[in-house]
């Protein structure tokens, strides 16, 4: 969701009233719960023809939806329960709902990274890598930051290598969490792990963390550092990508938020923004980098961070694709 789509998100529910954002919060997840608490917290001055416009809005597009894809999940149990049998139905409904049943993990997700990582950095690794897994990129990488760099190298050699996850694993630290893994006992794996993750929590953690741990990997297993490294979208890849592409990510970006970022990235990748601004954009963006005195590396990456992560929002709402290594990059 765009930073507007946030705020129009605010004011609706804040319009609706107590009880009934109540009831809307309960089927949001832990990052939109924090996203929209924070903007209806920060809304001020909101005018009555503001409010007005976000109803209508909402209203017009209500109308537009129906009722197919509420509750899903428990559809397909039932009808598949019924056409095939509790065993036959087990079967498929282990593969197409992969996932969606490890509650243990879910508790986790509303805490922040340094709580997760001083409560299981305790745990065996493959364990602990177990658990990163099942959280999103970016949560990972803040729980791995807050471990020492030998058990931070460990976790991501152990999620490179990891074709997915038994219950039993993820049991040992619901035993811990004192809660129950959701699901059946049968013997399936979680569609985790595996190069696509190390390399999704090493884009996140950045910098010399992500260089120390990589180092590690290429030390330990030089094939496999090579094919999480071709698997990376770091800031630098951005100027490999289509132009439409980055004309979408310029859209989401705020313009401080890009002149800090640039501080120091290559010539090539600032002339590939610059090319895809207006005429006068691109000018004042070339002044205020040539006025922004120096800037910590630390709120640079911090910044990088940020813009990689809108790409692959852009990328989980099918706006634009990341083609592999050696295949067209973005394209829309």
């Known amino acids: 969701m765009s930073d507007e789509g946030i705020h129009r998100s605010a004011i609706l529910l804040m319009a609706l009233g107590e009880q009934e954002a109540v009831e809307v919060f309960k089927y949001l997840g832990p990052k939109e719960v924090q996203k929209l608490g924070l903007a209806m917290s920060k809304l001020s001055d909101v005018s009555r023809d503001q409010v007005a416009t976000v109803l209508r809005d909402f209203r017009g597009e209500a109308q537009q939806k129906t009722t197919i894809g509420t509750a899903a999940d428990d559809y397909v149990r039932s009808v598949l329960t019924k056409a095939l049998g509790e065993d036959k139905a087990g079967v498929l409904i282990d593969r197409i709902l992969t996932g969606n049943d490890a509650a243990g993990i879910e508790s986790l997700k509303w805490m922040d990274g340094a709580s997760v990582a001083d409560l299981i950095k305790n745990e065996h690794p493959q364990i602990i890598a177990a ?45 811990a969490l004192t809660q129950l893994l959701a699901g059946s006992d049968r013997h399936k794996r979680s ?27 290429r030390e330990s297993d030089p094939d496999l550092a090579q094919k999480i490294q071709d698997k990376m979208f770091t800031f630098d890849n951005v100027a490999e990508l289509d132009d ?25 990748l600032r002339e590939k923004i610059f090319k895809n601004m207006s005429t006068r954009a691109a000018e004042m963006l070339r002044e205020d980098l040539e006025a922004r ?19 692959r929002r852009l990328v989980d709402e099918g706006q634009i694709v990341l083609g592999g290594k050696g295949e067209e990059g973005l394209v829309q």
């Open 131 to 175: 658990v990163v897994v099942h959280l999103d990129p970016d949560q990972a990488a803040d729980v791995l930051s807050h471990f020492t760099e030998r058990l931070r190298n460990d976790v991501v050699m152990r999620v490179a290598t990891l074709e997915g996850v038994q219950p039993a694993a993820l049991r040992d630290l619901n035993d």
């Open 191 to 217: 569609a985790k792990g595996g190069v696509d993750a190390a390399a999704d929590i090493l884009n996140y953690l950045g910098g010399q963390t992500e260089a120390s741990v990589t180092a590690f990997i």
């Open 244 to 268: 439409r592409a980055v004309q979408l990510l310029l859209r989401e970006v705020q313009s401080e938020s890009l002149i800090v970022a640039l501080k120091g990235t290559s010539e090539g």
């Open 293 to 311: 005195g120096p800037v910590r590396l630390s709120e640079v990456e911090a910044e990088q961070k940020e813009i990689l992560k809108v790409v």
